[in-house]
């Protein structure tokens, strides 16, 4: 059966969850809602079949064709629509980040465990599904990089003054939650904690370096200690003319990646290349060990030339949500690793703010959730 989805938020994002859903055989729009009416009817006559276009959440949810909500409004208003939704006993699907603080979400994860069994909530971490992502986090997780001991994120974008004066919610601490890292960085916080574990403890610094009229940050340098021991420097900037990569570093003790937006630019691992050496009497443990695995771990992917980057990866994660509503099982971003990345992020704010270390479960604390 088709899943009939209602995105609310007919902006930027909203039209690129509408355009993956109408594209994908298995899900539509049944509903658009948008408070501006006339960016719905815009984006309902890109579609087809033409989804019901309304202004309210409540009129959305009373019809019988939705099955899930995708949320796509300002990050300060997640909440309010999901609780609405799940109370309504939809699927919810929420843009990262899943709200702008631990508290202002906690209402999600309230209603997520009062909703009936089987109900899938999940929030936009569209990389977990990148080739590149899944080929690290395997490799981590079977220990061919032995002991991870530090990773160096770096998100070095530009968005010009115009950027932040196109929305009076941009740049706000109300509902942007905060600025390079909170909107540009929190998937790297995502794939960083997927990747190195529980983080305990963060120390950090921001600044508003070159923008105007903005409350939040634009640039911030972070230390985050995990409970494994690794360490990890998280770096994030809008302020980076005219924009370069997104690039992450994992490094153990028996090997290490390279991930620069979005493609595994390095992989090596030690107990691969003894192994590729051992079948080769031509070459020896140290020319193995000394080879570039990168091109040789990846797995085989015909390209999209018909989408960007940004439609293919929320393709990816909208397949595992019909995967999961369909089977019962969990989706591969749970409500949980959404609200430990969103933890993090405020732990990095609140030690900036008070020029101490700040610990992450104390961050958590607000929604009782254990950190695990």
């Given at each position: 059966m088709t899943l009939r989805f209602a995105v609310v938020g007919c902006g930027v994002i909203g039209k690129l969850h509408a355009e993956v859903l109408a594209a994908d055989p298995d899900t539509t729009v049944s509903v658009l809602v948008d408070v501006d009416a006339a960016a719905a009817e815009a984006l309902a006559q890109r579609l087809d079949p033409a989804p019901f276009v309304t202004t309210s959440v409540d009129e959305a949810l009373a019809r019988d064709d939705v099955d899930?909500?995708?949320?796509?409004?300002?990050?300060?208003?997640?909440?309010?629509?999901?609780?609405?939704?799940?109370?309504?006993?939809?699927?919810?699907v929420v843009e990262k980040p899943v709200d702008v603080t631990v508290e202002a979400a906690a209402p999600i994860a309230a209603a997520a465990a009062a909703a009936p069994e089987g109900t899938v909530v999940t929030v936009i971490s569209q990389h977990r599904f990148d080739p590149a992502s899944v080929v690290v986090r395997e490799a981590i997780a079977a220990g061919r990089l032995g002991r991870i001991t530090s990773a160096v994120a770096t998100v070095s974008w530009w968005r010009s003054q115009g950027y932040y004066d196109s929305g009076a919610w941009r740049g706000t601490w109300e509902l942007d939650?905060?600025?390079?890292?909170?909107?540009?960085g929190v998937h790297t916080v995502d794939l960083l904690l997927w990747f190195l574990g529980t983080p305990v403890e963060v120390m950090a610094l921001t600044g508003l370096l070159a923008h105007e009229r903005v409350e939040v940050e634009d640039t911030v340098a972070a230390v985050v200690r995990f409970e494994s021991g690794a360490l990890a420097t998280l770096h994030a900037t809008t302020a980076a003319y005219p924009g370069l990569s997104v690039r992450l570093q994992v490094l153990g003790d028996a090997g290490s990646a390279v991930i620069d937006d979005d493609r595994l630019g390095y992989f090596h691992s030690k107990e691969l290349a003894s192994a590729e050496a051992a079948g080769d009497a031509g070459v020896s443990a140290d020319q193995g060990d000394r080879a570039d695995q990168t091109?040789?771990?990846?797995?085989?992917?015909?390209?999209?030339?018909?989408?960007?980057?940004?439609?293919?990866?929320?393709?990816?994660q909208y397949r595992d949500v019909v995967e999961a509503i369909r089977t019962g099982r969990r989706p591969g971003v749970t409500l949980d690793d959404a609200l430990l990345a969103l933890a993090?992020?405020?732990?990095?704010?609140?030690?900036?703010?008070?020029?101490?270390?700040?610990?992450?479960?104390?961050v958590l604390a607000a929604v009782r959730m254990p950190i695990a």
């Open positions: 899930a909500v995708a949320i796509c409004v300002p990050s300060g208003a997640h909440a309010q629509v999901a609780v609405a939704a799940l109370g309504a006993g939809r699927h919810v939650g905060g600025g390079a890292l909170m909107n540009q091109a040789r771990v990846l797995p085989a992917e015909e390209p999209d030339p018909a989408h960007g980057p940004m439609f293919t990866g929320h393709a990816r993090t992020v405020r732990a990095v704010y609140e030690s900036a703010r008070t020029g101490v270390p700040v610990r992450v479960a104390d």
